[in-house]
């Protein structure tokens, strides 16, 4: 069964350093979502791409995160500076469509530990 | 705004009992709900998702949930729960046509399987 890959699975990182994060969506896959998830809470998106195209951003910390997608397949979740409060699961989630109904596929998550 | 509460925290059931967990949507029109399950630092699988038809939803690993409009409840169901059901539950909406296939989840339902 096709999956959802993400790297690295665990990073630590120190407050005010750059971390990335990886995404491969399930192939054919025309859309991609990056969650975060806080310990003890669900996952809140902070970031969908149809194909190249981003197509909601409106929960992403633009002052220190960005996203990409160049080529309409793998995604980058970049965060610089890193702070305390960034310590959380990023999920990296794919959907054939950004359209209502679609199942969501997510990824094993990337932990983040900022000390 | 979409939102989801799940009242329970965590959930405690010995084995081979019946398990329910609860979930209440706030949309506007029928929305797509969805429950997924996310064992400990993994990302989440989908259990089962209701989108129209017939109000109760048969899912994997024995799951089923009923979807009561009156109550705007999607609660989840289990009739003989097993150990390796012990995770966290997730319960999502997602928007109705036209919208781009986001899932706002709730906080989550802990479940702890007793021997």
């Known amino acids: 069964e096709a999956e959802v890959a993400q790297s690295p699975r665990y990073k630590i990182t120190e407050k005010s350093q750059a971390v990335a994060f990886w995404c491969d969506p399930i192939?054919?896959?025309?859309?991609l979502y990056w969650y975060r998830q806080i310990l003890g809470q669900g996952p809140e998106l902070l970031v969908q791409?149809?194909?190249?195209?981003?197509?909601?951003d409106s929960q992403l910390p633009k002052d220190r995160f960005s996203a990409e997608r160049l080529k309409g397949v793998d995604s980058t979740l970049k965060i610089q500076p890193a702070e305390l409060g960034d310590s959380a699961m990023y999920l990296c989630?794919?959907?054939?469509?950004?359209?209502?109904?679609?199942?969501?596929?997510f990824g094993e998550g990337s932990w983040l530990t900022v000390v | 705004a979409q939102s989801v509460t799940q009242p329970d925290i965590h959930i405690t059931v010995s084995e081979g009992a019946s398990l329910e967990l609860r979930c209440n949507y706030s949309y506007g029109a029928t929305p797509y709900l969805f429950w997924y399950v996310q064992s400990p630092g993994q990302g989440l699988q989908l259990l089962l998702k209701?989108?129209?038809?017939?109000?109760l939803v048969q899912g994997i690993k024995g799951f089923e949930a009923e979807f009561k409009r009156s109550q705007s409840s999607f609660n989840l169901r289990k009739p003989s729960v097993h150990w390796s059901d012990a995770a966290e539950y997730f319960c999502?909406?997602?928007?109705?046509?036209?919208?781009?296939?986001?899932?706002?989840f709730g906080k989550g339902t802990k479940l702890s399987v007793k021997p």
């Open positions: 791409f149809q194909d190249e195209s981003v197509v909601d």
């Open positions: 192939s054919g896959h025309a859309t």
């Open positions: 209701y989108f129209s038809g017939d109000t």
């Open positions: 989630a794919s959907s054939r469509a950004g359209r209502a109904g679609n199942t969501i596929y």
């Open positions: 999502a909406v997602g928007g109705a046509q036209g919208s781009q296939g986001n899932l706002i």
